[in-house]
């Protein structure tokens, strides 16, 4: 297996979980993160050594990552796997499937690719190299048959794993916060370049909401890897005293707040599964920025809005991903009851669609595929 950065550990966590239910006698490796582990999986590398998103960002570590895909692919083509699964990273994961693919290693494939939000091309490569796509959302399957790849709709683990109906005081309690006031969450990405680009900015938009709302509590749930980064940032930016950063504990903190304040990624769709009302922005490199924009085939960039088919939250993109902007969209959040409550009634509408029984569905797929 191979998942990259947090996201893809979580999701292959969930999948492990089932796996090992059907094969209790499992042995798993490649790449992965702490929530694998936890699975007994054996990490020859760390996920956190793919966690790296933009075009020119990708540039600076190229050269490592493809060390080690060459180092992996050779060390699965001398002990061959049963199977091998791809979890999210496509840019890295479907160069490998392929090469396994050709000499008869089935391939699994975890979280379709985006092929109808950007980068429609990609559905050649991804006939040429998966066997079995494992889709998250409904309409995916149908894409993917039309173009001759076999695929199943397995749900959103997320969507099993996050209740419907998330206790918000139990949370606050859990993490020492108060119960009458308040409650910003800022989540500014699982990878250091999103965070270089983003805590900065993120916490200028928390000082000026908490100059107008003195009243305010504002959290940051850190990846472990990553919290040293995000504290210096915080210092920098002369907030570590307005701003309590925990270790971990995203859910936790997505369970207590009013509103998030949050990186474009899986972390939205968290969100939109705890019914909370968010702002979603994104800021990168100008060059990585111009590329992407150009290969994008829809209107939104942010997971609800996108399964939502509206803008049913704001998206503020680069230069307009500025504090003031942000601090503004924040605050028609935490002032409009109503509008909020019409956006709960479309997150659980969207949570019941994505509820599957996740790891069983996709383990009777991956189990079909070897039995082929």
Not at 167 to 187: F, V
């Amino acid at each position: 297996m191979v998942a990259g950065e947090a996201s893809g550990d979580l999701l292959a966590g969930l999948l492990l979980d089932g796996l090992r239910t059907r094969w209790p006698g499992l042995h798993s490796a490649g790449i992965g993160g702490a929530r694998m582990a936890a699975h007994g999986f054996d990490a020859w590398w760390s996920s956190d050594r793919l966690a790296v998103r933009g075009y020119v960002e990708v540039l600076r570590h190229y050269c490592g990552i493809t060390a080690i895909r060459d180092q992996l692919r050779t060390r699965l083509l001398q002990n061959r796997p049963d199977v091998f699964i791809g979890v999210d990273a496509p840019d890295f994961n479907l160069h490998l499937e392929r090469d396994l693919k050709r000499v008869g290693i089935p391939t699994v494939h975890f979280v379709c690719p985006s092929v109808w939000a950007w980068r429609a091309d990609r559905l050649q490569e991804i006939r040429a190299s998966v066997d079995h796509m494992l889709c998250l959302f409904p309409f995916e399957p149908e894409l993917l048959h039309r173009h001759g790849v076999a695929a199943t709709f397995v749900g959103h683990p997320l969507a099993e794993v996050i209740p419907m109906h998330a206790d918000r005081d139990a949370a606050r309690a859990e993490l020492g916060l108060r119960t009458d006031a308040p409650l910003l969450a800022i989540l500014p990405g699982s990878r250091r370049s999103e965070i270089e680009y983003l805590a900065g900015r993120f916490f200028e938009t928390a000082m000026l909401l908490l100059r107008e709302r003195p009243e305010l509590q504002c959290v940051v749930p850190a990846i472990p890897v990553w919290q040293p980064l995000i504290e210096k940032i915080a210092r920098d930016c002369g907030v570590t005293d307005r701003i309590r950063i925990y270790t971990g504990k995203s859910h936790t903190v997505l369970a207590a707040c009013d509103v998030t304040l949050i990186a474009s990624g899986t972390a939205t769709l968290e969100a939109a599964l705890f019914k909370r009302p968010m702002v979603i922005a994104y800021n990168m490199h100008w060059l990585s920025w111009q590329i992407m924009r150009r290969k994008r085939l829809q209107p939104w960039v942010g997971l609800p809005n996108i399964l939502c088919q509206d803008f049913v939250v704001p998206e503020l993109l680069q230069e307009q991903a500025n504090a003031r902007a942000l601090a503004d969209a924040l605050g028609q959040w935490l002032d409009d009851g109503p509008r909020v409550a019409r956006l709960q009634q479309r997150f659980k509408a969207l949570h019941r669609q994505l509820h599957r029984d996740t790891s069983t569905i996709a383990t009777h797929a991956i189990e079909a595929l070897l039995e082929t």
